[in-house]
């Protein structure tokens, strides 16, 4: 089989090394082998997180982290702030209303993401929400949101700020204690460059004292046990031990290259994809478009159901359609995780054959040339 290159916003491509690493004999969790392993983890995944507060791992893909910082922070009836503008901005309204929360919910077009006015207002007008949950990288939109922003407004506010980061984190920055963000959650399969079945989250004072009186039912997720647990480097449930051993791997790799430096080399790629397209004269969905996820508005005249398909089958290069109402209308870039210059200028060349086979007329080689140049520079 002729090697696929993946350029999805999730899951993304897992380096050798970690794909190596799964397949040794499986341990036992309850040794010291292995909580020695979860040790190691969970201290760098602190420094992914940028947070001096532990980092829980559960396993699950991050709609479980997702819904057990609902369960974890609010008691029936709540009153809780949540932003929708974008399919996944759309799970916490669904999050929210599973659990009979009393939500207010802000909806924003999908090709922005939300300004910290809009957080600010939604406050002004309800000072009892407890808490504001939003997304970092919106990728069914490829919107960055001003978390820094927001989160200068929820410090001085009793509400809990929630970010979903399962996109962003370890792509685009996020500096969890110096913004002051008190919950941060994540998932394995994007920027962490793993398998998916691992989800995290991280809270801060502020949020584990809203832990502490939640009373929304929970079990497998309840965080109390997995805090109490995480203290003796172990989980109260069976973890997903490879992924974990994987994880390990991972994270001595994140970490010698440098926080600093992956947020500079996704946006570098990021930016190498940006002009690539442009030069096609193709253009950006998202006024927002950060270095998560690049959508691009599929050209008059191309058949938007396609060229995902083609891509693929033909070309070997796997890209994301649109969600939702986006379907057919955008196609998603990525150049999250585990991905180099060589795989850009792949994914480009795919892009322009794609474009040429769907009847699009163009300059051919010009997307490539303008990715080349830039990475020169
Ligand atoms: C991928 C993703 C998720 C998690 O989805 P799962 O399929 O449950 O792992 C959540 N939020 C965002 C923003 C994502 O990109």
Redesign the pocket.
Known sequence: MRKPVLLT??PTQVPEEVLASASLPIMHHRTPQFEAIFEEAAENLKYIFQTENPVIMLT?????A?ESSVINLCSPGDKVIAVNGGK?GE?WIELCQTYNLDLVEITIPWHRTVKPEEIEKALQENPDAKVVFT?????SSGGVTDIEGIAKITRSSSAILVV?A???LGVTPLYTDKWGVDVVVS?S??GFMLP?GL?FITMNEKARKAMETSTLPKYYFDLKKAYKNAEKNTTPWTPAISIIVQLNIALRMMKEEGIEAIYARHHQLSEAIRQGVKALGLTLYNEDTGDCCIAVNIPKGVDGGKFVKLARDKYQVTFAGGQGSLKGNIFRISAMGNVGPNDVILGLAAIERVLADLGYSFEKGKGIAAAIDYLAK
């Open positions: 916003p999730g699950s893909s991050g709609t479980g997702l996944f799970r997304t970092l990288s919106e990728t979903d399962v996109s962003g998932g399969q994007k998916p989800a």
